[in-house]
């Protein structure tokens, strides 16, 4: 897969426009129900641009109209559909990682000690394995850390630390 076939891994709404020229829209936050009310043809096309078809090939992929897949693309069950899946390939792709990671890390330690031949692609690979799996954890982790900062602090309004409007 070239560079510019790789499906961009931000969530739907941020990815500015597609090569059909549409932009996403505003998200709203979705319901964790709202999944499973997907039509099977909705269902097709969360899974056509979670594996990084462009919006109106989703669409098509789905039979539906480019149209249709834009006002789709809008709708808040559908933006948490795409993310979910989205975030499931991350967590697959992180737990892969983590078990390659010491692998890697006992690979750099033998080349280094003499036990393997160390050659320059061994070598760029273990440390891109232990990197990326370092940066995956350490983004899921922020991750997990605002979303606790952001429920705490909406569910106490007036609480130091929050922006208040000056009178």
Known sequence: MSEAEKPDLRVVESVPADECGQS???EADAGPDDEA???????RFCDALAAGEPPCHAAELAGVTTRTGRRWRQRPEIQAAVRSRLNDSLGSARAILAQGSARAARSLVDMSDGESDATSPKVAASRAVIESATNLT???EL?????ELE?????QPGQPGQFRRKP
Not at 143 to 147: G, V
Not at 151 to 155: I, K, P
């Open 24 to 26: 996403a829209g505003d």
């Open 37 to 43: 009310r997907l039509s099977p043809r909705e269902v």
């Open 138 to 140: 350490a983004v899921q």
């Open 143 to 147: 991750e997990a850390r605002l979303a």
């Open 151 to 155: 429920a705490r602090q909406g569910q």
